[in-house]
Antibody, heavy 122, light 109 residues
Framework: QVQLQESGPGLVKPSQTLSLTCTVS??????????WSWIRQHPGKGLEWIGF???????YYNPSLSSRVTISVDTSNNQFSLKLSSVTAADTAVYYC??????????????WGQGTLVTVSS | SSELTQDPAVSVALGQTVRITCQGD??????ASWYQQKPGQAPVLVIY???NRPSVIPDRFSGSSSGNTASLTITGAQAEDEADYYC????????????FGTGTKVTVL
């Protein structure tokens, strides 16, 4: 059973960089065949895909966030990370990490972390 | 277009059938996946591909698609099905850009 767990600061100051890590257990990121994704949810709102990464390091981002987002992977520790720069209050959200399965019929998010609330405030 | 539109809310009587729809141009060429989210919890995958369910999802959940509309049907809704439901699909541009629907709140009466 694959499990994902987000970790990182729950409070970030405006203009700073939000940094989160997702630790994967029950399966190796290096195995391949899956992407590893970040998704966020503003309070009381819907879901927003941020981006995902393959174990090789190939990453894809939501065009609306791409200028501020970097996703990286650390296969030795079975983790992947999110960095979001120049944050504002509009980046306050619950951030989820998720595994992406990639069959020919289209990708889907099959395992999710529990989510972590990040508040941007001075 | 990269938008997926859902009705904000639907209600269903206990044991009856409810269909939740998701509309968007990308659905003409891409399947939707569907996620159930209960308050304070992470989303859970309920349907993917043409009409596939993870093994832990009851068979009262099913999916279908026609034209620019994907549908999630709950046949014989239970109290525990009350939740928010989101569709998701790839952007119609062909890029790796994934869009979630606006979400539907399902109330079981």
């Amino acid at each position: 059973q694959v499990q994902l767990q987000e970790s990182g600061p729950g409070l970030v100051k405006p203009s700073q960089t939000l940094s989160l890590t997702c630790t994967v257990s029950g399966g190796s990121i290096s195995r391949g065949g899956y992407y590893w994704s970040w998704i966020r949810q503003h309070p009381g709102k819907g879901l927003e895909w941020i981006g995902f990464i393959y174990y090789s390091g190939s990453a894809y981002y939501n065009p609306s966030l791409s200028s501020r987002v970097t996703i990286s992977v650390d296969t030795s520790n079975n983790q992947f990370s999110l960095k979001l720069s120049s944050v504002t209050a509009a980046d306050t959200a619950v951030y989820y990490c998720a595994r992406v399965s990639t069959p020919s019929t289209g990708n889907f998010f099959d395992y999710w972390g529990q989510g972590t609330l990040v508040t941007v405030s001075s | 277009s990269s938008e997926l539109t859902q009705d904000p809310a639907v209600s269903v009587a206990l044991g009856q059938t409810v269909r939740i729809t998701c509309q968007g141009d990308t659905l003409r060429s891409n399947y939707a996946s569907w996620y159930q989210q209960k308050p304070g919890q992470a989303p859970v995958l309920v349907i993917y591909g043409k009409n596939n369910r993870p093994s832990v999802i009851p068979d009262r959940f099913s999916g279908s698609s026609s034209g620019n509309t994907a549908s999630l049907t709950i046949t014989g809704a239970q109290a525990e099905d009350e939740a928010d439901y989101y569709c998701n699909s790839r952007d119609s541009s062909g890029r790796h850009n994934y869009v979630f629907g606006t979400g539907t709140k399902v109330t079981v009466l």
